[in-house]
């Protein structure tokens, strides 16, 4: 690379490769003022106003060297940058990334008959999508197993201290699907008339991936965070699988605590939990 930017007339020739540069702002531990004393563009008006003709070719070469790397990297031709997806023209990769981060962690066969794909073609674009995704200026990884299938961030990207600040923040939450729902209620109610638990099998896995299962046990049982939330546990489960894997319930139990300890009264008793079986 030169030192000469395109001319005025070429401004189509190339533009800043963004995903690339805020990756390596990360990795480099550059925060967005510092990006932005470095450019002199406030980095929410990177996609409109970052262009190599706003840029003078010193800022350039500053820039590339505070984030370690070279000029030409930070560059792409703007065909490939501009140009806008028409969804119908959109690959099987490209809509596959798009529901995923719509929906987050979801079941496969649920994905597949959401998109109305038969399993063999969400099977291939999973595959290019991952392979897509595995490069150094993508913070995305695929996650793709038999019982489910998101979009992760790849390690090391956060910082303990990020990752759990991001986690007290709190979460968005993913509604069960109907044959979830119906699983779960169903076991809840056996679970309560102390009957022997009846889950069709397809959904243990299902229902233990968004950890509405005991995460110990020979028989599938309600997660003690489940039953506290509804007033049939008078406590969560206070360890690793607690609270921390149920914000919301964590939350819950620290506010409650806070509003007791506040009021200089002793909380009152919590509904007890499920008889045993044979108990009714």
């Known amino acids: 690379m030169t030192d000469e930017l395109p001319p005025p007339g070429d401004t189509s020739a190339v533009a800043f490769d963004l995903m690339f540069l805020r990756t390596r702002a990360m990795e480099c531990r550059l925060t967005d003022e510092d990006l932005t ?13 970052l262009t190599p003709h706003t840029l003078p070719t010193t800022t350039l070469f500053t820039l590339a060297h505070a984030l370690n790397t ?46 109305q794909w038969p399993p063999h073609r ?20 695929l996650i793709h197993t038999d ?43 056996r679970t309560a008339r102390g009957l022997t638990p009846d889950l069709p099998a397809e959904q243990i896995p299902r229902l233990a991936n968004r950890r509405l299962l005991a995460p110990a046990g020979k028989q599938p049982t309600p997660h003690p965070n489940v039953l506290f939330a509804l007033g049939l546990a008078a406590h969560p489960l206070l360890d690793n699988s607690g609270p921390a894997d149920h914000p919301a319930l964590g939350h819950r139990h620290a506010a409650a605590a806070g509003a007791h300890s506040a009021s200089g009264s002793a909380p009152p008793p919590a509904a007890a939990t499920p008889p045993p079986p044979g108990a009714r």
């Open 122 to 141: 969400l099977k291939r674009a999973a595959t290019a999508l991952a392979a897509h995704l595995d490069q150094p200026s993508s913070p995305h990884r």
């Open 37 to 49: 004393a470095l450019t002199g563009i406030p980095t929410t008006d990177w996609d409109t106003h």
């Open 70 to 115: 070279s000029p030409e990297s930070l560059l792409r031709a703007s065909e490939q940058a501009n140009r806008r997806p028409v969804p119908g023209a959109a690959t099987n990769a490209t809509v596959l990334h798009a529901a995923l981060l719509e929906v987050g962690h979801i079941h496969p066969d649920d994905l597949a008959s959401a998109l």
């Open 147 to 189: 019982t489910t299938i998101h979009l992760t961030c790849v390690p090391g990207l956060l910082d303990p201290k990020q990752r759990q600040n991001l986690h007290n923040t709190g979460h968005t939450a993913a509604s069960l699907a109907p044959g979830e729902a119906a699983a779960l209620t169903r076991l809840l109610h």
